[in-house]
C-alpha cells in the first residue's frame, strides 16, 4: 500500500507563493504517475496538475502560467508550486499516484489508485 503525505499548506496572501510537496517514505515515485487535485468548500473534486513518469505535464486552464509541478531529486517526492496565488485557489489540496511506468502521459481525472490526506491552502488578505 502506497502512502503519500501533503505538505506545505497554509495561509497566504494573494499574489503569494507556495510550495507543496508529497512525499512517498521509503519509496520511490519514478514509476508512478502523480496528480494534483484540489476541493473547495461546496465543490467537486477537480484536477490541478500531473506529472507523468517521462517528466511529462499538464495543467488546468485555471492554474495554467502560474503552476509548476516537477519531480524532486530525492526521487520519492513531488512538489506543485503554485505562484500568483488568488482567492478562488483556496482549497484542499491532495496529491495521488498510480503505478505507469510505461506511459508517457498522465491524467487530471481522478482515477488514480492512492491519495494522500491533503493539505490546506488558503488565500486572503
Known amino acids: 500500500q502506497l502512502q503519500l503525505v501533503e505538505s506545505g499548506g497554509g495561509l497566504v496572501q494573494p499574489g503569494g507563493s507556495l510550495r507543496l510537496s508529497c512525499a512517498a517514505p521509503?519509496?520511490?515515485?519514478?514509476?508512478?504517475?502523480i496528480g494534483w487535485f484540489r476541493q473547495a468548500p461546496g465543490k467537486e473534486r477537480e484536477g490541478v496538475s500531473c506529472?507523468?513518469?517521462?517528466?511529462?505535464?499538464d495543467y488546468a486552464e485555471a492554474v495554467k502560467g502560474r503552476f509548476r509541478t516537477q519531480r524532486g531529486s530525492a526521487k520519492n517526492t513531488v512538489y506543485l508550486q503554485m505562484n500568483s496565488l488568488k482567492p478562488e485557489d483556496t482549497a484542499v489540496y491532495y496529491c495521488?499516484?498510480?503505478?505507469?511506468?510505461?506511459?508517457?502521459?498522465?491524467?487530471?481525472?481522478?482515477?488514480?489508485?492512492?491519495w494522500g490526506k491533503g493539505t490546506q491552502v488558503t488565500v486572503s488578505s
Open positions: 495521488a499516484a498510480n503505478w505507469n511506468p510505461r506511459s508517457p502521459i498522465c491524467t487530471m481525472l481522478p482515477t488514480y489508485a492512492y
Open positions: 521509503g519509496v520511490i515515485l519514478d514509476n508512478y504517475a
Open positions: 506529472i507523468s513518469v517521462t517528466r511529462g505535464t
